[in-house]
């Protein structure tokens, strides 16, 4: 877990806090009642997003997503997630997945920042079937040469195995999507 990503997170939410309190206290000033309301109903928004962060069981898949949303917006990734679960049944160590998906995220974030790239958005999506929970990353095509580094670089599925999990990356012309599946717990097991 990298301590310095996730101290500079609370500093950015520290300061958006600050910056939305004098938003606010501008507007009230200026006797803007109703674009007070439209603020704060977006600002609820955006705390919302980031809650859905935090309702994740495994403290460093939450860690990771944090960080992730936070360096995203520093290279100006649009960073859309879809989290359908809270991860509690996931059979594999929080630490195992949260690596994982920070090589992901650190892969996926390589090829978006440069400046000549003009469609940097990213989706993540985390679901949970009966017997397993994946978790979905997708971002805009990228050229062959650099698909081939990234799945060298990652060989994520070799490091997975052991955990009876496994990692995929989809390539097409339009989109790239980094597939990793995980077990969950069997009710039987706790």
Do not use: W
Not at 55 to 72: G, M, T
Request: one cysteine or more; glycine letters at 4%.
């Amino acid at each position: 877990m990298e301590i310095k990503g996730l101290l500079e997170v609370i500093q950015v939410q520290r300061h958006d806090f600050l910056n939305h309190l004098q938003v606010i206290s501008g507007l009230l000033q200026l006797n803007k009642g109703e674009r007070v309301r439209d603020y704060i109903n977006q600002v609820c928004g955006e705390y919302e997003r980031l809650s859905r962060i935090t309702r994740l069981k495994p403290p460093e898949v939450k860690a990771v997503l944090l960080i992730a949303n936070n360096e995203a917006a520093k290279c100006q990734v649009d960073f859309i997630m879809d989290i359908e679960t809270n991860m509690a049944s996931l059979d594999v160590p929080g630490q195992v997945v949260g690596a994982a998906l920070d090589c992901c995220f650190k892969q996926a974030l390589k090829f978006l920042a440069p400046p000549e790239v003009t469609d940097r958005r990213m989706k993540l999506t985390i679901s949970e079937g009966e017997r397993k929970i994946t978790i979905k990353l997708g971002f805009p095509g990228i050229p062959a040469e650099v698909v081939k580094d990234a799945e060298e670089q990652m060989a994520l599925s070799q490091s997975l195995a052991p955990y009876n999990s496994s990692a995929r990356l989809a390539v097409t012309d339009k989109e790239v999507e980094i597939y990793m599946v995980f077990p969950r717990r069997s009710s039987n097991n706790p």
